[in-house]
Structure formats: C-alpha cells, structure tokens
C-alpha cells in the first residue's frame, strides 16, 4: 500500500482522528475515548467522542501556541516535523500531570523514568475542573516538561 492510498482509507475508516494520536502510539499514553485500528500494517488511533475531541485540540493548540518560543520558533502553524509533534504531545501531557495535586493516579517506570498515562481524558477532564478552563494552566510548568521530553534515543549497533 503507498503513502497516498495509505491516507486515503486512513481518513475513510478514521473520520474522528485522535488528537493525541502520537503520543498513544509510543505506548506510554492511552484514552478511555481511543478507538484502534490496523490498516495495512499501521495502527490510526480515533476518538468515539466528538466533544472530548474538541476539548484534546483545544489543549494541544495551546500547548503548540506556549511552546513556540521554547522550540525556537517564532510561531506553530501546520504540521511539526514528527519529533517536535511528539514533544509537544508527550511532554505537555506529561507537564499537565505534573500540575495536578498528587491524587491523580501516575505510573513511572523508575528503570526507564518515564511516565505512563493511563487515560489522557481524564486526565484532561481533571484538569479543567481543577483549573475551570483550559486557557488558566500554568503554562510556564508545562513549558518545562515539553522542553526535557526527549523520545526514544537512537540505538547504536
């Protein structure tokens, strides 16, 4: 299957993309809304819920609009190169974590020191009833984590 008929039965089977979709496919993120499925030999990542939907976009905007600055860029529009998406993703997720009060339930991986996010939903939903609108974080936090995420480094023969 080529790259161009690949995306076009992606958008046929997966009307409602998951906006998080790179960050589920690490394996270290997951949502109680992410609907799977393979196509050819990949896996697209949707969303069952249009409203919860929304809500991840909005978050990502302003994460992709804070973060700007810190990646270097005078502004985010369009697509980011994958692992400058997968930062912003990754670590703002991970930086959202970060400012809840330690009720939210977390998994790190201490061998790997990483963090394992079992429903970004609820997690963005925690959030927004911690802080009444998304517009409110504390962005300056969050900046930070999407500045330390690194992804997967390169493995040496």
């Known amino acids: 299957m080529d790259e161009s008929e690949y995306k076009e039965?992606?958008?046929?089977?997966?009307?409602?993309?998951?906006?998080?979709?790179?960050?589920?496919?690490?394996?270290?993120?997951?949502?109680?809304?992410?609907?799977?499925?393979?196509?050819?030999?990949?896996?697209?990542i949707g969303c069952t819920d249009p409203e919860a939907q929304k809500q991840c976009l909005k978050l990502l905007d302003l994460f992709r609009e804070n973060a700007a600055f810190s990646l270097k860029m005078t502004r985010i529009s369009?697509?980011?190169?994958?692992?400058?998406?997968?930062?912003?993703?990754?670590?703002?997720l991970n930086g959202l974590l970060e400012?809840?009060?330690?009720?939210?339930?977390?998994?790190?991986?201490?061998?790997?020191?990483?963090?394992?996010?079992?429903?970004?939903?609820?997690?963005?939903n925690t959030t927004t009833n911690e802080y009444r609108e998304l517009d409110r974080l504390p962005f300056q936090e969050i900046i930070k984590s999407i500045t330390a995420y690194s992804g997967r480094r390169k493995k040496t023969s």
């Open 78 to 92: 369009g697509k980011l190169p994958h692992a400058r998406e997968i930062r912003i993703q990754c670590g703002g």
């Open 99 to 124: 400012t809840l009060p330690d009720n939210f339930t977390k998994r790190v991986n201490s061998k790997l020191d990483t963090v394992s996010i079992e429903n970004i939903y609820g997690l963005v």
């Open 9 to 44: 039965v992606y958008h046929s089977v997966n009307a409602l993309r998951c906006i998080f979709e790179k960050a589920v496919l690490t394996g270290r993120y997951n949502c109680e809304k992410a609907s799977r499925t393979n196509i050819a030999e990949r896996e697209a």
